[in-house]
């Protein structure tokens, strides 16, 4: 399960009243240089959350190895909060601002993820969080930019994790090859969806430099294979997967869900292999 949390109310006025219409709207910081601009923002608060459903749903499935925690997905949320371009330039016109913004949507998360985890923890075994870094060629922004302005929060969410005893999976869609070095000294476990034909994400590429350090979830291809190819050909590729990767290799889609594009008869396939 990826988060079963409430939806939060009441959410943060990222747009000022407006419904979001593309990833370039601009939000309320859109202009903003001034961090006391920032600290004046009504931000939410964690008090209102209410996890017993959540805990409820995770005792249920005890049965199964569980994944939990708050998505936290705070990369996107803050740029959200400029506009996406908007966001990348602030990073170097507006650093301080950025970095406001960024404290305030974390702290969130921390606090609420404490309160979660306190609750819950012993009750799933892998606290798992998202942001999309990458596009089909590379990432979104510089590894420089990443290292100041994203990392340092992944940290402060996986210690946290780490903290409680758990393993931590990341998911990032696209081509993040450039950084999974500093994924694993971050204390990331486990990576998903690997997005097999994003540059540097094939499988020969990652078994070479991290089979064994890193559990593979995903890496079945979704953008191709599993919408043309053949039950026989998924089962192959299932096959020569687990050859590459090992015993440290969970069977899934590079994509985070089975898209309506998937034929039914090739996540048959797929499922029939992993059990093999």
């Not at 399960?1 to 939806?7: A, G, K, S, T």
């Not at 590429?205 to 043309?228: S, W």
């Not at 020569?240 to 034929?263: C, M, Q, T, Y």
Request: glycine fraction near 6%; charge should be negative; charged fraction near 20%.
């Amino acid at each position: 399960m990826r988060e079963l949390v409430p939806l939060i109310e009441p959410r943060p006025d990222i747009y000022g009243g407006k419904p979001k219409e593309s990833h370039n709207q601009p939000g309320v910081f859109a202009d903003c240089t001034s961090v006391a601009e920032v600290e004046a923002f009504p931000w939410p608060d964690v008090e209102y959350l209410n996890f017993a459903d959540t805990i409820q749903k995770l005792r249920e499935a005890s049965a199964y190895f569980r994944f939990s925690g708050m998505w936290t997905c705070f990369f996107h949320i803050v740029a959200d909060f400029f506009g996406m371009d908007n966001y990348f330039v602030k990073m170097y016109t507006d650093p301080a601002v950025v970095e406001a913004v960024t404290n305030h949507v974390v702290d969130f998360y921390l606090q609420a993820n404490e309160l979660f985890f306190q609750e819950a923890a012993q009750n799933f075994e892998v606290y798992f969080f998202g942001n999309d870094f990458g596009t089909q060629l590379d990432l979104l922004i510089s590894p420089e930019m990443f290292r100041r302005f994203i990392l340092p929060y992944m940290r402060k969410c996986i210690e946290q994790a780490k903290s409680y005893g758990l393993k931590v999976m990341l998911h990032s869609c696209g081509s993040i090859y450039r950084v999974i070095p500093d994924l694993l000294d971050a204390g990331v476990d486990a990576l998903h969806p690997l997005q097999a034909r994003a540059k540097g994400m094939d499988a020969e590429t990652l078994a070479r430099n991290y089979r064994g350090k890193l559990v593979f979830v995903g890496g079945v291809d979704t953008q191709h294979l599993l919408v043309h190819g053949s039950p026989q050909e998924v089962r192959d590729e299932v096959r020569r997967l687990r050859d590459l990767w090992g015993g440290k290799f969970i069977v899934s889609p590079s994509h985070e869900a089975i898209l309506p594009n998937v034929p039914a008869e090739n996540v048959i396939a797929m499922a029939a292999a992993a059990k093999e």
